[in-house]
């Protein structure tokens, strides 16, 4: 093959699956900006090498790429309670993979419908969250004014029904007399919405932050 096809490949498969990973890190998703090049261009340098080197019979090498991706997008499940969210990270990055598969193997049509196709659904998802639809998974940041136990933080997400929640981060300062929580949280976006307004109202509230 010639080396200008291949870097034709390479370069198309490394700026869609750039683009896409800025939006995947901007909405701090559990996959992020350089694991959705990394499969993508990866995939894509794969499919070109099974394809020169297996003319006969690439697909073998193909079918192992798409399987062992489905490894790493299980690494973006998480268990909340009695729910496991990250569904959608897990099966973007599988369906990258074969994104750049099939732009390694020189199916521009197909890999260009499924990465416009990706994004309807990421667009989609989007606009269900603003209208309120659906759950929706967010981080939410909250700093106190004195050292108090979680718990108390969690007795007022309860109080929105906020019933599926995690403390994945919890910073304790002494000197200034204050704790910082991050807790990975899932709700409506109604409620979501809500958490500003009802922790405002406790004292020992400094400010929080959701994104």
């Not at 909405?27 to 070109?48: D, M, Q, R, W």
């Not at 196709?117 to 004014?145: A, C, M, P, S």
Request: glycine letters at 10%; a positive charge; charged letters at 15%.
């Amino acid at each position: 093959m010639d080396i200008s096809i291949i870097a034709l490949r390479l370069i198309i498969t490394f700026v869609l699956s750039f683009v896409f990973g800025i939006e995947r890190q901007r909405s701090h998703k559990p996959i992020g900006f350089g694991a959705f090049i990394f499969v993508s261009v990866g995939s894509c340098g794969l499919a070109i090498i099974a394809t020169n080197l297996y003319v006969e019979n690439p697909l073998p090498l193909l079918g192992a790429i798409v399987t062992g991706i489905g490894f790493l997008g299980a690494g973006a499940l998480i268990k909340m309670n009695d729910k496991t969210i990250g569904f959608t990270t897990a099966a973007s990055i599988w369906l990258f993979a074969i994104f750049g598969i099939g732009i390694g193997v020189g199916q521009y049509s197909m890999a260009v419908g499924i990465y416009i196709l990706t994004w309807i659904v990421i667009l989609f998802d989007t606009l269900f969250e603003k209208r309120g639809i659906g759950f929706y998974q967010k981080r939410l940041v909250v700093i106190t004014n004195r050292i108090i136990e979680v718990q108390e933080i969690k007795n007022q997400l309860l109080f929105i029904y906020i019933k599926r929640y995690n403390v994945i981060n919890l910073d304790v300062d002494k000197k200034n007399n204050n704790i910082s929580v991050t807790f990975l949280i899932e709700g409506t976006a109604e409620n979501i919405h809500k958490i500003p307004q009802i922790l405002y109202g406790n004292s020992w509230f400094d400010s929080c932050k959701i994104d």
